[in-house]
């Protein structure tokens, strides 16, 4: 008998949730289809991780209700978490596929790193905001995302361990771009950036390193940040 409850009530739970899942897929899909598409994003990866991540379960509670919306959010301590496009233009740009071990600075809410998840195989995110880092560490796991790893630090040293990657995703503004990011890319790799003062104009650059180690860089297009912090 007890066992029947049991199966009962998680099978309750399950629906009930579900349905609340569901209840932004409509909105989650037409995002993708009026903001991302729309413009000019095509990567079929990048379409599909972002029709999947629920966006709305990584902003805090007052902004649910908004977590569709073309703009980027308040998350607390200053933060935000970027526009829905920014996030596809950065993704697509590192042509992710599965196999790939992706770095990213800049956890936030989480959103970036989950739609990286959706895609390559192994996510290493590192937040220099405690309590963001504990937040999204909480909300990642309760999405199911158990390819990302994620660590407390100032991300300007990149994650040693775990090097090289194959692609590199920042996602606050630094006035150059750090020397430990560059070492940590595989030769071939590809790092995304944005590069400027902080609350000035900043530009958003590809770095692409070369087979002979080499470095070039692109510029991608203007945008703003948050800055990037050091400890
Ligand atoms: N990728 C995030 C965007 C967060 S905004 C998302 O999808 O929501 C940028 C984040 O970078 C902020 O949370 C900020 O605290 C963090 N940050 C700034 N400087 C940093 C540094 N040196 N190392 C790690 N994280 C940093």
Redesign the pocket.
């Known amino acids: 008998m007890k066992n029947l409850v049991f199966i009962l009530l998680t099978f309750l739970y399950f629906t009930i949730s579900h349905t609340e899942q569901d209840k932004y897929q409509k909105d989650r899909h037409q995002m993708v289809a009026n903001q991302i598409a729309a413009r000019g994003i095509n990567d079929k990866n990048t379409l599909k991780a972002m029709r999947n991540v629920q966006r709305h379960q ?1 902003v805090p509670q007052e902004q649910v209700e908004n977590a569709y919306e073309d703009r980027p959010l308040p ?1 607390g ?6 526009q829905p496009f920014i ?1 596809g233009y950065m993704t697509e740009i590192i042509n992710p596929r599965s196999g790939m071990k992706v770095l ?12 990286l998840a959706e895609i390559v195989d192994e996510v290493y ?5 405690e309590p ?1 880092y504990k937040t ?1 560490k909480s909300n990642l796991n309760n999405l199911g995302y158990n390819n990302i790893k994620m660590k407390h ?4 040293y990149g994650w040693e361990e775990h090097t090289p990657f194959d692609a590199i ?1 920042v ?2 503004a ?1 006035e150059f771009i750090p020397p430990p990011l560059i070492e940590q890319l595989k030769e071939g790799g590809k790092m995304v950036i944005p590069v400027g003062a902080p609350f000035t104009a900043q530009h958003l650059m590809l770095v692409e390193k070369k087979k002979d180690g080499k470095w070039k860089t692109k510029n991608l297009l203007p945008v703003r ?7």
């Open positions: 990584l998350i301590h200053g933060q935000t978490i970027s996030v990213e600075i800049g956890t936030g809410s989480g959103y970036q790193a989950a739609v995110t590192i937040e220099i905001v963001l999204a630090a100032d991300g300007f995703v996602t606050a630094s940040f948050v800055p990037f912090t050091r400890n």
